[in-house]
């Protein structure tokens, strides 16, 4: 079992930055690909980022179209915790933001993939 809490969810004016964070305990942390999908009010879950382990001491990032060049991911696995630095935030980057984590590797997106959510942190980005 993988236990994933998220934090740092909040209010922000459009242009806004906010960082979120991931904190997971249970099994081996450096072993899951980690990712974010987010969900708005009447919308499926949406992949938005996805972090690969170390391969070779390398992580590869996937990211939607959508958030290429405004958010970041990143994993500091001494710390168990996988961070997505959103920038230039939109009205429509408001929902509920889920930390995920699988064991697939490669550019994997769907939702039916994931072995393990964490509960769901708001986002709200006011115009």
């Known amino acids: 079992q993988v236990q994933l809490v998220e934090s740092g969810g909040g209010l922000v004016q459009a242009g806004g930055s906010l960082r979120l964070s991931c904190a997971a305990s249970?099994?081996?942390?450096?072993?899951?690909?980690m990712g974010w999908f987010r969900q708005a009010p009447g919308k499926e879950r949406e992949f938005v980022a996805r972090?690969?382990?170390?391969?070779?001491?390398?992580?590869?990032?996937y990211r939607a179209d959508s958030v290429k060049g405004r958010f970041t991911i990143s994993r500091d696995n001494a710390k168990n915790t996988v961070y997505l630095q959103m920038n230039s935030l939109k009205p429509e980057d408001t929902a509920v933001y889920f930390c995920?984590?699988?064991?697939?590797?490669?550019?994997?997106?769907?939702?039916?993939?994931?072995?393990?959510w964490g509960q769901g942190t708001q986002v709200t980005v006011s115009s």
């Open positions: 995920a984590a699988d064991r697939i590797s490669g550019d994997v997106r769907t939702v039916e993939r994931i072995d393990y």
């Open positions: 249970g099994r081996t942390f450096s072993g899951y690909y």
């Open positions: 972090i690969s382990w170390s391969i070779r001491n390398t992580y590869y990032a």
